[in-house]
């Protein structure tokens, strides 16, 4: 199924919309910058068992935003990482916090430039793992060129490592996550005009427009491999980081919330890593 054309405007409304929530999250109770200068990780404990140790590799990681993943890899051991990102006040302000925890650009490095550009915006040609966080491919349009770009920048030998909300979310009923109340299917850009942000649901806004498209599982495992990368696993989790459901409880000593015991679960969030074969000389 082809997606139905996304409206002209859809990566300034994205961009504009991200570069006001910069100054948002940065102080935020959500990013906790405070703590993260203290040392506190950003990574849930199933991403950092499942990268393993990067210690001595580079990192790529994709739609960076202000860099607390990127710089959490650097803190955990990898040689060199790179953060890209479309918004430059997020690409500011990830440059602006490596410089206060000691990395120089040989170390930490920021870009700033479309995901769709990467290949010709790094600074190097591949790397040992090319990272995506949660909450990013929603705001790509077209997943089959987003895979030929990751598999382009993967080092021979190395990976892709994305962990992402799962696609059926996007399918439930608000209220209690119980029922399939929308298209899985829907490959219509999705326009939203909520203000605020999901780091402080009550910070005014004045760029609220937004443009989004869901990415079925298939979609996103077909386009890794088309592209040439091996899967090495796809992990379904039945936990998320947000009340995105009136249902969900948090889950004590966690960052994540739950649905009810007595309530079937569902998977709310992913992970996969693909692989590129070694090459043999």
């Not at 139905?4 to 990013?31: C, G, K, Q």
Request: glycine share 6%; with cysteine; net charge negative.
């Amino acid at each position: 199924m082809a997606h139905l054309p996304a409206p002209d405007d859809w990566r300034e409304a994205n961009r504009a919309m991200w570069d006001e929530r910069v100054p948002i999250h940065l102080t935020s109770d959500f990013y906790d910058l405070d703590a993260f200068r203290a040392g506190r990780d950003p990574l849930c404990d199933f991403q950092a068992d499942e990268l393993g140790d990067v210690t001595g590799k580079s990192v790529l990681h994709l739609q960076c935003h202000i860099g607390l993943d990127t710089l959490s890899l650097a803190r955990r051991g990898a040689s060199h990482v790179v953060g890209l990102d479309f918004s430059a006040p997020a690409v500011e302000a990830a440059r602006d916090l490596a410089a206060e925890l000691g990395y120089g650009p040989d170390r930490a490095c920021f870009v700033a430039a479309d995901v769709y550009d990467a290949v010709e915006a790094v600074p190097d040609t591949a790397y040992d793992i090319v990272y995506t966080g949660i909450g990013a491919l929603c705001w790509l349009p077209d997943i089959v060129r987003w895979a030929e770009t990751v598999a382009a920048l993967v080092a021979p030998g190395g990976f892709l490592y994305l962990s992402e909300f799962h696609p059926l979310v996007d399918a439930l009923d608000e209220a209690t996550a119980s029922r399939i109340a929308y298209d899985y299917f829907n490959r219509e850009p999705w326009i939203d005009e909520t203000p605020g942000t999901y780091a402080d649901t009550t910070a005014p806004t004045s760029c609220n427009r937004r443009v989004e498209w869901q990415h079925p599982l298939g979609s996103v495992i077909s386009a890794l491999a088309a592209a040439g990368l091996r899967i090495e696993f796809l992990h379904e989790h039945d936990m998320t980081l947000f009340p995105r459901f009136g249902s969900l409880q948090p889950e004590a000593g966690t960052p994540y919330y739950r649905l009810p015991p007595d309530q079937p679960r569902v998977p709310l969030m992913y992970s996969l890593r693909a692989s590129k074969p070694p090459t043999h000389h």
